[in-house]
């Protein structure tokens, strides 16, 4: 079953991806969807086919042969493989043909998550490596014009002195960020 509603454009901190759209498949084996497609786009990397007998797979997913064929039914039913065979069948060979997030999103418009706007979404450079240095804080255009006419400094000394302030202080979520010893550090002299 196939549970992919049409989202808001603020839905995730990442860009969508199979991952995505494969955690929201329901049923018996739906666990196995993720790894049975991944290694299927592994292996028909080059030629575009999964040839695998899913009885010999079992072992190597860890899993009963019926697991690992209601999972190659869902990702069927969900259209994230065809096959030019029909459905899989006991003992019978398959070749499946998986599709890449891009390809399948065409033919299913309106399902895919949106990534969350960043204050520097078409700009700043500076803000979104500060963002990945500092474990997610956002820094907005005006602060970030800010530890630059203050410090006096390039934006590779600013990144380096804000990698300098994180380093040996640990961060968890939801804990406040000390921004104004944060500024002050980079705009020290």
Known sequence: MLNNESLHPDDSVLHCSAVWHLRRLTGRSAYLTIPLYERSMAVAHASGNFFVSLRKAAPYFNCHENELYR??????????????????QLGRPVRYHPHAHDLWAESHPGTCCKKLDMPWNGGDLLGQQLYA???????????????R??????????LERAKQFVAGRTFTRGQFFPNHEFRMFLCAR
Do not use: M, N, Y
């Not at 999972?71 to 899989?88: C, F, Q, R, S």
């Not at 006419?149 to 600013?158: W, Y």
């Open 133 to 147: 240095v500092t474990g997610g804080q956002q820094f907005f255009e005006k602060q970030i014009d800010g530890f």
């Open 149 to 158: 006419k203050k410090s006096g400094r390039t934006d590779a000394e600013l």
């Open 71 to 88: 999972a190659a039914h869902l990702l069927l039913d969900a259209e994230w493989w065809t096959t030019d065979d029909g459905k899989p």
